[in-house]
Nanobody
Framework: QVQLVESGGGLVQAGGSLRLSCAAS????????MGWFRQAPGKEREFVAA????????YYTISVKGRFTISRDNAKNTVYLQMNSLKAEDTAVYYC????????????????WGQGTQVTVSS
């Protein structure tokens, strides 16, 4: 059974930082691309970032480029999202996701999803 468990969300002031973690189990993580999505209240879920299985390629939505960094540790079956210079508009539930094909992450159609973790940025 595949499980993706996010952690690290919380309440932070604008300009602050948070690091999200996603621990994966039940699949060979080193063969899977991994990514993060978010859904703000009243909005559709959107792609945030993705990383290839080796970590050699990363992708970001333009609104977080230069502020967020995705990374992974395959030995720990974990992917991270370092979020700096947070803004009120980053407030959302953040979801971890994974798929063997990174292209499917980038189009928002990964095969596995986590339950999400809330990030709230106060202005």
């Amino acid at each position: 059974q595949v499980q993706l468990v996010e952690s690290g969300g919380g309440l932070v002031q604008a300009g602050g930082s948070l690091r999200l973690s996603c621990a994966a189990s039940g699949l060979p993580v080193s063969n899977y691309a991994m990514g993060w999505f978010r859904q703000a209240p009243g909005k559709e879920r959107e792609f945030v970032a993705a990383i290839s299985w080796s970590g050699s390629s990363t992708y970001y939505t333009i609104s977080v480029k230069g502020r967020f960094t995705i990374s992974r540790d395959n030995a720990k079956n974990t992917v991270y999202l370092q979020m700096n210079s947070l803004k009120a508009e980053d407030t959302a539930v953040y979801y971890c996701a994974t798929d063997p094909r990174e292209s499917r992450l980038r189009i928002g159609a990964p095969v596995h999803w986590g339950q999400g973790t809330q990030v709230t940025v106060s202005s």
